[in-house]
Every structure is written in structure tokens, then in C-alpha cells.
């Protein structure tokens, strides 16, 4: 089963976002083994040294970003399939805090990949990538999609 890490600035204080991260959170158990770390907020600098501390290890790092690649969900999926296929587990994924990630954050083998170009809370973001990793691994199974039931 393959890891992930989801390095996050702050904790999730709206309990909506609660609930729905831990929904996605849940289904992603049947695809892989989910570490949440989230770190303290800091000023820019420390949030990066400790988001990096927080996926030390991990052989892809893809950091979301809204300046990145966007990718759609089949990207992601086939992105997520490229890492597993070639061994570069486990797999770190970082959410910046309310006011993002500095532009020269980039941990050894990371990736700058966007989901838009729209701008998120970063509370209801957490929700998406979830809901968007879940999404990928359906896709790679070829199994049918259950994100509202």
C-alpha cells in the first residue's frame, strides 16, 4: 500500500472542513496509508522550514500551489501512478497556510502542480485534495466514483 503525507500548515478549525477531510481521509484508507502532519504557523520562513521537515523522506513532493502546473484529476491520477510505478514513495503532498508557500519553498523532488487558478481558503483546500486524491485512485482502479454518497 502505498504512503502518503500531507503536510499542512494549521489545523482545521471549521468543523464542515473537519468532517469533510475526514471523510475523504476514510475512503483513502482502501488505496493508502494517509499521514496527516500538520505544523504550527509561523512567519513565512518557518512555515516552509517546517513544512519541509514535515516531508522529509519522501521521494515525490508535490507541493500545491497556484502558480504551479495545473493538472486535472486525470493528471493527478497519472502523476500519482508515475511516482508509485517508478518507486518514489512515499509520496508528500503541502498545503501552504492562509497566505500560501514562498515561491523558493522546494524540498528535494518537488513539484509545483495547481488544481486552479482560483484562490482557496486553505481550510476548504485541504477538503479538495482529499476529496482529489480519493478521485485519482478510483480513476486508477477504474472503478466507479462515489465523492457524494
Known sequence: MVELRLACVGG?????????????AK???SYAKLELREVRAGTPAQDSQRLAKAVEGCRTVLVLDRAGKE????ELART???AMDLGRVPIGLVVGGA???PAEFAPPGAQRVSFSRLTFPHELFRVL?????YRAFTILRGEPYHGGH
Open 12 to 24: 482545521l478549525r471549521q468543523p464542515w472542513c473537519r468532517d469533510g477531510a475526514e471523510l475523504y
Open 99 to 101: 497566505d500560501g508557500l
Open 80 to 82: 500519482l501512478a508515475t
Open 27 to 29: 475512503r483513502l484508507r
Open 71 to 74: 493538472l486535472d484529476s486525470g
Open 129 to 133: 485534495l482529499l476529496e482529489q486524491i
